[in-house]
């Protein structure tokens, strides 16, 4: 593609090329490739100097021009002096912002793919996850045509059509995005439902797309090592409503107390969904229990009976905002009724595990203060309420990430579990120990309360201890089939530790 291709709709402040003393003109050179990652740029090349959390590409421009780099585009233009790219014979371009130049850039050399796709983002602290796979199978349940044509990218894995990768970001880099986008397109899909974190929105990762509707589930403390403060944590979501036209949708939470302010400035239509008089989607006659949930939806007049597999009170939201995208699409309310109940589980999202020997191990996701709070007051939900069994919760929190919601989710996990083990998480570079420290001061009693770095240990320890009937919680990493302890991904899964012991203990 050629380099004045490249740059339509790119803003540009200066723009260097002079290579060996000659003036080149863009529409005569030709660009192979983008990259934003130096060691992987190839000959002919375009390299997008971006800022991230833990380097600065600008750092490595030197290093894309060795391996190839044709074009360089910085939003610092101080970092490398014009004469390096004279006499390296490759262009200077000098944006204002590398990120939203990356997006325009990846969006244009893959052919604009997301335009030919209903794009639907969910963001929020929890319940993105299932919210986007219910929205997928809501989608393709509606019409035969669909089936394998929603593409989907999130936390758990990305699917372009019939086929899945594993997901590296929750929201991928606005590069990786338009390839993805260009599968999917090239795969018949026609909509693509999509996780949209809040570091994707303040990175511009998602800069420039159009989102026919975008969901708003709740917002709780989390991510604050990034954003600092709910204040900032708050604004980074609100971007995404920010950027609706009056021709999308804002599809938000109307129990939660940030819902109003997430959509203050959206020129969009509105609709809320929730448990309270303000909802346009209301939840009424909620039945929790260990099969599933049942509850009705009034809207526009209509009451439709749902029943749903997944289990807990934080399903009826994330079975609502799905329900409430149905709509907004314009897909019968039946049709999106039948759909819910089809899906019968998340992975790593309230996951049973059953023993031949009474018990009950359920896998979360859950990592922060509200996610866990919700998730035992769900198995509080389906429990009778004189028990004699016992709630055993293990969990820990991820290293090099928010210090401050330990303890509260200690303090949480004490008042709504009989036994705690606190262990590891994903510890990275900081000291297990001192993780489980900050979050023991959390928790005030003494008895039933147990330490165990060892992640396997203690969830191997937990097991042995559960009687019939009781309920083994494993939070923090759900899904996940890895652990980071220090710099090194190993292959972890609470799954399969789950499996093999119910394997041998028969």
């Given amino acids: 593609m050629t380099l004045s291709a490249l740059l339509e709709g790119v803003i540009v402040t200066k723009m260097f090329q002079t290579m060996f003393g000659h003036m080149v003109v863009t529409h005569d050179v030709k660009v192979d490739g983008i990259q934003y990652d130096s060691t992987k740029v190839k000959n002919d090349d375009l390299f997008v100097a971006i800022r991230g959390v833990s380097a600065d590409g600008h750092r490595f421009i030197s290093s894309a021009v060795a391996n190839g780099a044709k074009v360089v585009v910085v939003e610092d233009d101080s970092a490398v002096?014009?004469?390096?790219?004279?006499?390296?014979g490759a262009v200077k371009i000098v944006v204002p912002n590398s990120r939203r130049a990356l997006a325009q850039l990846s969006a244009n050399f893959y052919g604009h793919p997301a335009k030919n796709l209903k794009l639907v983002g969910v963001t929020g602290t929890n319940g993105k996850t299932t919210t986007t796979h219910l929205i997928q199978e809501i989608l393709e349940h509606s019409d035969a045509s669909l089936r394998g044509r929603v593409g989907l990218i999130g936390t758990i894995d990305y699917a372009v059509g019939r086929e899945?990768?594993?997901?590296?970001?929750?929201?991928?880099?606005?590069?990786?995005?338009?390839?993805?986008?260009?599968?999917?397109?090239?795969?018949?899909?026609?909509?693509?439902?999509?996780?949209?974190?809040?570091?994707?929105?303040?990175?511009d990762r998602v800069f420039g797309l159009d989102f026919s509707a975008a969901v708003f589930t709740n917002l709780t403390q989390d991510h604050l090592d990034y954003h600092g403060t709910m204040g900032n944590y708050f604004l980074a979501k609100k971007i995404l409503f920010d950027g609706l036209t009056s021709s999308n949708w804002a599809v938000v939470n109307a129990d939660d107390e940030w819902s109003e302010k997430i959509v203050a400035d959206t020129h969009a239509k509105v609709l809320r969904y929730?448990?309270?008089?303000?909802?346009?989607?209301?939840?009424?006659?909620?039945?929790l229990s260990i099969q599933g949930t049942r509850f009705t939806i009034e809207s526009g007049g209509e009451k439709i009976d749902i029943v749903s597999p997944l289990v807990g009170r934080f399903n009826v939201s994330n079975i609502l905002a799905a329900f409430s995208v149905g709509i907004v699409m314009g897909i019968p309310t039946a049709n999106i009724s039948e759909s819910i109940a089809a899906v019968s589980s998340v992975p790593g999202r309230f996951e049973r595990l059953n023993s031949t020997l009474g018990w009950t191990a359920i896998i979360d996701y859950a990592h922060t203060p509200d996610a866990l709070e919700k998730c035992l007051t769900t198995i509080h939900d389906i429990l009778p309420q004189r028990r004699s069994n016992s709630i055993i919760t293990v969990f820990g929190a991820g290293g090099d990430r928010d210090k401050t919601k330990r303890p509260k989710m200690g303090a949480v996990v004490e008042a709504l579990s009989d036994v705690i083990m606190?262990?590891?998480?994903?510890?990275?570079?900081?000291?297990?120990?001192?993780?489980?420290?900050?979050?023991?001061a959390g928790i005030t009693r003494r008895e039933n309360v147990y330490e165990e770095v060892d992640r396997r240990t203690a969830v191997v320890t937990a097991l042995t201890m559960a009687k019939p009937n009781d309920i083994v919680l494993i939070a923090g990493k759900g899904h996940e089939e890895y652990q980071v302890i220090g710099k090194e991904k190993i292959h972890f899964s609470d799954k399969e530790i789950v499996q093999e012991f119910i394997s041998n203990h028969r």
Avoid at 172 to 186: D, G, I, N, T, W
Avoid at 274 to 287: L, P, Q, Y
Wanted: aromatic share 6%; with cysteine; glycine share 4%.
């Fill in 81 to 88: 002096p014009d004469s390096f790219f004279m006499h390296a």
């Fill in 164 to 203: 899945r990768f594993p997901a590296t970001h929750t929201t991928p880099e606005s590069l990786e995005m338009q390839k993805y986008f260009s599968m999917m397109a090239a795969n018949g899909c026609t909509h693509a439902v999509m996780e949209v974190s809040s570091h994707a929105l303040k990175q």
């Fill in 274 to 287: 929730g448990t309270t008089a303000r909802a346009d989607v209301k939840a009424g006659d909620i039945t």
């Fill in 422 to 440: 606190i262990t590891s998480d994903n510890p990275r570079t900081e000291d297990p120990q001192c993780i489980i420290d900050d979050v023991r």
